[in-house]
Structures are given as C-alpha cells and as structure tokens.
C-alpha cells in the first residue's frame, strides 16, 4: 500500500461516529484573505484574452458595468448574511428566506458551481504548468498532476481549519504582490494607441463579456459558506465582502489595461499575462508570470477545497443529505466526510471537463442563486415586520442594513435576470437538468427522514 493511502486510511479510522462540532479558527484577515484568494484565479488568469475578443477595448468598460452589478449583489449579501453564524452561506439565506425546497435547491446547485468552478481552474493551472513541460498538457501526465493536485489540498483541509485558514492566508499575500506588481510594472509600458475605441460592440457579445466577468468577481458568496467557523461572522462577513470587492475591482481592471496595452495579438493568447510580462520584460518575464499563475490558480483551488465541502456539511446537519456528511473529525474538527465525496467529483469533472465550459455554466448557477440571495434581503425584512403576527421563527436582526435596500435589492435581481437571459440553451438545458435531479434528491430525503 502506498504512503498516500496510508494517510488516508489512518486519517478515516481515527474520525469518531459521535464527532465533535466545528470551531471558529477564521480570524477577520483570514477571512478578507479567503474572499480575495477565490477571486483572483482563474478569470484574471484566462479572461483578458477572451474578453478582448469578444469586445475588444469595450472589455473595460464591462468590467466597471461587471463592477456595479456585483457591487450591488454584495450589498444584499451583507445584509442577509449579518443576520446568521451558521454554515451554509446562500443555502443558509434561501432555507430561512423560501423555505426548504428552495434552499436545498440553491445549496445543491451552489455545491455543484463549486465543483464547476474547481475544474475550470485545475485545467487553467495544467495550461500554464505546460509551458513548462508541453507532455501535461494530455495524457497521463495530464490525469497525474490532476490528482495530485486534489488529492493534496483534499489532506490539507481535511487535517484542521486553521492550518488551512492561515496557508489560505499566505497564498493571497503572495497573489497581491505578484498580480499587482505585474500590473504595477506593466502600466509603465502601456501604449496609449492600444485603446482607441472602436464603435459599440452588439448587445450579444457585450452582454456575453459582462456574463463572464461576473464569474471574475465572484467569491464572496463561496466565501460565506464556512461561516460556521469564522470567528464573529454576523460582523466579519458584511466587513469582509465590502473591503475585498474594492481591491479586487482595482486590481483586476488594472491588469486588463495592462494586457490591452502591451500585447498586440491580445485576442488569440491563450496564456495573457504571460504573454504580455513576455512583451515588456522578455522571455524570462513570461516564465516568471506561468510561475505567478501557477501559484495564483493553485491558492483558489486551495480556497475551494477549503469552502466547498462545508455546503456539503451544512446540508446534511439540516437532514436535506445523507446525515453521515456532517460528521466531523474527532480530532481535526473538519468535515472530513464530505471533503473527500467534494474531492472526487472535483477531479472527475477536472479530467472530463474544459475550462470555458466550466466556467460559463458555474456562472449561470452563479446568478440563479444572486437573485434568490438579492430577494431574500426584501423577504427577511418583511419578515421582522410580522414578528408576533406568523407562526414563522423570529430571525435575528440584520446587524448591517443597506440604505435603500428595497431599490438595492430589486436593481440586483433585475441584472441578474437580464444576464440570465443571455445563457445558451445548453447552458440552461443542463442546470435545469441538474436542478431536476436535486429535486429528486430532495424528495427522497424528505420521504427517508419522514417518521415510520
């Protein structure tokens, strides 16, 4: 037997059947941290390129539009969220705001976009690692690095979610001065003629740019899933989502300056900032930047292995999954179950899957549940208005309240449905597929749980 399935036989065989529950070991800055890691990966590692193409130097201004709409999705997430200490994140909103149905749907689909989501990034980091070594591109060298890759970060989260929080904490340290020293240098040899606006883009591809970037800007919301675990998170996650959204904005905008202004063949690069660190500091720079990349898709994967099985944890503890994927390790206190079940399925769509694909359909997951999060905010507030006059539990109140919330709310949920609306018929064949399937899944659980 191998050393590797050792460790994992030895880990199994120590978690108890009576396991304890989680503790709070993620501090406020490990917390900002763990919003920016999942934000800055795979979109500013593998968008530039594809954004241009689609709009050219109209790409920036879909960023700002991609901006203010996210903007306003996190204002309604920080006031639904300063409401609840539990696990779950918009599982958690949509179960207390909609009802069971609608929260098992959400967290199913959610939990799914994380998986997506984690496949998209581990083709994107096998792309740049074969500009070191063409042969793990395909192949088995190819199935090789993918597991090791998920079998690695699957021990790591499953031996404590301190040790986690805090290597969580390092990679976003090292991705700020990497992504922002490239963008930092790069300005200085921008070419001004690079950003000569053509005439408006049609509506299809520019609606198609801003549909993408929302995936870019996401993170927040798979950052609230642990909260369980997060040290005062009815404070710490309205705090967390406001100070992370604006840094990432600014550097993620300055990096596609950077890539529009300095390489010229923007459009067909399939590594961009690679490609661009290669025009302006020459082949060494180019090596230096797969090298960044690397470590920037290897921290957001860390950050959904991290977040990604506790969706899992918290629905099970509400009986809505199989109840033995919320026992926790009587010595790590990590939900050990459900992150191995998370692991395999993240590398069985990482072999199977493309990073485009990937990417869009976690995105159209992405907003279903924006705009049930974006509801819940009006719907919880009507909530404390009944208090006394429903047989409803009483919430506990909003400790961050979003001045003009009603408008904030109903804006965010109509630029959700509009971005919606430009998903492909595959696309959304294969959510409401998916979302069939977790219907049925729902309706077994609540005939298994039903007294005899």
């Known amino acids: 037997m191998s050393g590797t399935r050792c460790l994992i036989l030895s880990l199994l065989l120590s978690a108890s059947s009576t396991p304890p529950s989680l503790v709070r070991g993620i501090r406020r800055f490990d917390f ?73 749907e959400v967290g199913w689909l959610f939990w799914l976009s994380r998986i997506a989501s984690f496949a998209s990034i581990c083709n994107l980091f096998v792309s740049y690692a074969a500009l070191f070594r063409p042969q793990l591109a395909q192949g088995i060298e190819r199935t090789l690095l993918m597991t090791g890759l998920v079998a690695g970060l699957a021990v790591l989260n499953y031996v404590g979610v301190q040790r986690s929080a805090r290597v969580n904490t390092l990679f976003t340290i090292c991705k700020l001065l990497a992504i922002g020293g490239f963008a930092l240098g ?56 406001l100070v992370a959204i604006g840094t990432v904005a600014v550097l993620f905008i300055a990096v596609q300056i950077v890539c529009i202004g300095t390489l010229p063949n923007l459009a067909q690069s399939e590594r961009p900032l690679a490609d661009a660190a290669g025009q302006f500091i020459g082949s060494t720079g180019a090596y230096v930047v797969s090298v960044v990349a690397l470590l920037t898709a290897l921290g957001t994967l860390h950050a959904l292995m991290l977040t990604g099985p506790r969706l899992l944890y918290a ?50 997951i992405r907003l279903a549940y924006f705009t049930l999060t974006s509801a ?49 018929i595959r696309e959304a064949r294969d959510v409401t597929i998916t979302g069939v399937a977790g219907l049925l899944i729902f309706v077994t659980m609540r005939r298994a749980n039903r007294p005899a």
Request: a positive charge; one cysteine or more.
């Open 32 to 104: 900002i941290a763990l919003i920016i890691n999942i934000t800055i990966g795979a979109g500013i590692l593998g968008l530039p390129a594809k954004l241009y193409d689609l709009v050219g130097t109209w790409s920036l201004i879909a960023y700002v539009v991609s901006a203010a709409v996210v903007t306003l999705i996190i204002l309604c997430f920080a006031e639904v969220s300063s409401r609840f200490s539990g696990s779950g994140g918009p599982y958690l909103y949509a179960r207390v705001a909609f009802g069971p149905l609608v929260g098992f």
């Open 186 to 241: 790069g300005l200085f040899f921008v070419q001004p003629t690079a950003f000569s606006l053509p005439a408006p883009p049609d509506y299809a591809p520019f609606s198609k740019a801003v549909l993408l970037l929302i995936f870019t800007f996401s993170g927040f919301d798979v950052a609230a899933i642990p909260a369980g675990e997060v040290q005062q998170p009815q404070r710490t996650v309205p705090f967390s989502l």
């Open 315 to 364: 629905m099970a503890e509400q009986g809505q999954l199989p109840r033995w994927l919320a026992a926790t390790h009587s010595r790590f206190h990590t939900p050990h179950r459900a992150i191995l079940v998370t692991a395999a399925l993240q590398l069985v769509l990482a072999l199977t899957g493309t990073f485009l694909y990937a990417l869009t359909l976690s995105t159209i």
């Open 376 to 424: 819940a905010l009006p719907m919880l507030r009507w909530r404390d208005r009944q208090k006394g006059n429903t047989d409803a539990p009483a919430l506990p109140p909003a400790q961050f309240r979003v001045v003009g919330g009603w408008v904030i709310s109903g804006l965010a949920i109509g630029l959700c449905l509009w971005l919606l609306s430009n998903s492909s």
